[in-house]
């Protein structure tokens, strides 16, 4: 199993950028699928992006698309997320996943999840 860790949340004003690090300890890296979920107060834990290790294709929700990137650096065995224009909206806790191909985990399937980091945008 996927040992994650989240790590670069915080407070941002709207239309501002914040990146997210998400450490994974893992043998076979480069295996894996890995993912970023959010959840607002109140709401339903949601797919934001995800990423495949091998090859480095990309998959975002239509709400983050063209605002955040999805990134891995297979070498540090870390996964990042940056957002751009952020918007109330996109305040949440945020998650790292890590699953075994982008179905799953596009349907909140993960074998392993981080604990999240706040991410809260101000007006």
């Known amino acids: 199993q996927v040992q994650l860790a989240e790590s670069g949340g915080g407070l941002v004003q709207a239309g501002g950028s914040l990146g997210l690090s998400c450490a994974a300890s893992a043998r076979t890296f480069s295996g894996y699928v890995m993912g970023w979920f959010r959840q607002a107060p109140g709401k339903e834990r949601e797919f934001v992006a995800a990423?495949?290790?091998?090859?480095?294709?990309?998959y975002y929700a239509d709400s983050v698309k063209g605002r955040f990137t999805i990134s891995r650096d297979n070498a540090k065995k870390t996964v990042n997320l940056q957002m751009n224009n952020l918007k109330l909206e996109d305040t949440g806790v945020y998650y790292c996943?890590?699953?075994?191909?982008?179905?799953?985990?596009?349907?909140?399937?993960?074998?392993?999840w981080g604990q999240g980091t706040q991410v809260t945008v101000s007006p």
């Open positions: 990423i495949t290790l091998s090859l480095g294709s990309t």
């Open positions: 996943a890590a699953a075994i191909n982008v179905a799953t985990i596009q349907k909140g399937v993960a074998g392993s």
